[in-house]
T-cell receptor, first 114, second 112 residues
Framework: ETGVTQSPTHLIKTRGQQVTLRCSSQ?????VSWYQQALGQGPQFIFQ???????GRGNFPPRFSGLQFPNYSSELNVNALELDDSALYLC?????????????FGPGTRLLVL | KQEVTQIPAALSVPEGENLVLNCSFT??????LQWFRQDPGKGLTSLLL?????REQTSGRLNASLDKSSGRSTLYIAASQPGDSATYLC???????????FGKGTKLSVKP
């Protein structure tokens, strides 16, 4: 167990809807990174939040957005859901950003878009 | 642009065999390389992390090596067991955010 929690564990949405996924970081960690893992693929970096600011982004459109709160928990919001957004969404927390900081992963949220 | 490739994509072996999983990456400017295990429908379990200055790490029946100059890593599993059946992912860490770049994984099946 890493101490990183995610909610919900599963959810089903329809195309065009909006979704919010939540991540609670490990105690003392100030950085949260989000990854999307499509079926049969490796996880892909969406973005990272460090001290409540976005600190880098992968190749994802603006309808993927996030927030980090003063307690360093984080949300991932996806607007105008598409079928291809169906995936396992993983968050990882760390102490600090960049370099060789170790990231600790949560169990993931599985999103199905119909 | 960093790319990570894992070979083979799938592997089936009888119980008790020693096996090797391969990972290659295109840019040697990495901080570290990490091997993860993922059970079906589950999150990631970190197995071994090798810093860029290290050559190998060992944990129980697992041994991972890193050759940064050639862009290669191997994960060696000794005396495989049915409980080792899972997908094994390799990831390198680099860049200003330290984000992880993953391969697509090797799906391992160990038959009793």
């Amino acid at each position: 167990e890493t101490g990183v929690t995610q909610s919900p564990t599963h959810l089903i949405k329809t195309r065009g809807q909006q979704v919010t996924l939540r991540c609670s970081s490990q105690s003392g960690h100030n950085t949260v990174s989000w990854y999307q893992q499509a079926l049969g693929q490796g996880p892909q970096f969406i973005f990272q939040y460090y001290r409540e600011e976005e600190n880098g982004r992968g190749n994802f459109p603006p309808r993927f957005s996030g927030l980090q709160f003063p307690n360093y928990s984080s949300e991932l919001n996806v607007n105008a859901l598409e079928l291809d957004d169906s995936a396992l969404y993983l968050c990882a927390s760390s102490l600090g950003s960049g370099g060789a900081v170790t990231q600790y992963f949560g169990p993931g949220t599985r999103l199905l878009v119909l | 642009k960093q790319e990570v490739t894992q070979i083979p994509a799938a592997l089936s072996v009888p119980e008790g065999e020693n096996l090797v999983l391969n990972c290659s990456f295109t840019d040697s400017a990495i901080y570290n390389l990490q091997w993860f295990r993922q059970d079906p429908g589950k999150g990631l379990t970190s197995l071994l992390l090798i810093q860029s200055s290290q050559r190998e790490q060992t944990s129980g029946r697992l041994n991972a090596s890193l050759d940064k100059s050639s862009g290669r890593s191997t994960l060696y599993i000794a005396a495989s067991q049915p409980g080792d059946s899972a997908t094994y992912l390799c990831a390198v860490q680099g860049g200003s955010q330290g984000n992880l770049i993953f391969g697509k994984g090797t799906k391992l099946s160990v038959k009793p």
